[in-house]
């Protein structure tokens, strides 16, 4: 079976530390999503990308938060500094977009990364 | 605005009970409606989706949807759970094409006793 891989599938940090998270989409997916579920928020959108480029980081605190995909077989999203209202699950999630259909929105997510920051 | 509500946060059943888990949208235009289910510790897996033509729509493990476009309404429903079927429900909502991101519930909680 294909699966979205991600790294590290918990991480238990300081408040202040930089954190990233990596994210191996399924191959020839070309569009790749961040997540992040809270119980009190449940999912929040935090970055789109499609063949790459990010199309929607709006759900993102861009003070301290930053997605990029280096090459289509790697997403990363950093933490920088990291802050206790930061601890969630971040899930990463790829799909299938063509120009035909809305397989964009078929998505396979990853297992999730727990982050902890005291 | 557009938006998605699951009204019922927790569900408790007994095994071979009937299922319905509602889910309506507030979205402008074509929709695509999607199930999402996300077991106990593992990440969301699709159970069902809807692009168009029928309007029930059958998915994996016996569920299945009716999109009722009158009543802005995706309500998941299984004739009768199993102890397998506690999970997480989301309901998410999107535009047709793409680049139409996924509008999601809150989830709805369900527990099935054995």
């Known amino acids: 079976d294909a699966r979205v891989t991600q790294t590290p599938r918990h991480k238990v940090t300081e408040m202040g530390q930089e954190v990233t998270m990596r994210c191996q989409p399924i191959l020839g997916h070309n569009t790749v999503f961040w997540y992040r579920q809270t119980m009190m928020q449940g999912l929040e959108l935090l970055a789109y990308?499609?063949?790459?480029?990010?199309?929607?980081d709006s759900g993102m605190p861009k003070d301290r938060f930053s997605a990029e995909m280096p090459d289509a077989t790697l997403a990363t999203l950093k933490i920088q500094p990291s802050e206790p209202r930061d601890s969630a699950v971040y899930f990463c999630?790829?799909?299938?977009?063509?120009?035909?259909?809305?397989?964009?929105?078929?998505?396979?997510f990853g297992a999730g990364s727990r982050l902890t920051v005291l | 605005a557009q938006s998605v509500s699951q009204h019922n946060h927790h569900v408790i059943l007994s095994e071979a009970a009937s299922l319905e888990l509602g889910c309506n949208y507030s979205y402008g235009g074509t929709v695509n409606l999607f199930w999402y289910v996300q077991y106990p510790g593992q990440h969301l897996q699709l159970l069902l989706k809807y692009f168009s033509g029928d309007p029930l729509v059958k998915g994996i493990k016996g569920f299945e949807a009716e999109f009722i476009k009158s009543k802005f309404s995706f309500n998941l429903r299984k004739p009768s759970v199993q102890w397998s079927d506690t999970a997480e429900y989301f309901c998410a909502v999107s535009g047709a094409g793409n680049n139409r991101k996924l509008i999601w519930g809150l989830g709805t909680s369900l527990a099935v006793n054995p």
């Open positions: 999630a790829s799909g299938l977009g063509t120009g035909l259909g809305s397989g964009a929105n078929v998505l396979t």
């Open positions: 990308f499609r063949n790459r480029a990010p199309l929607d």
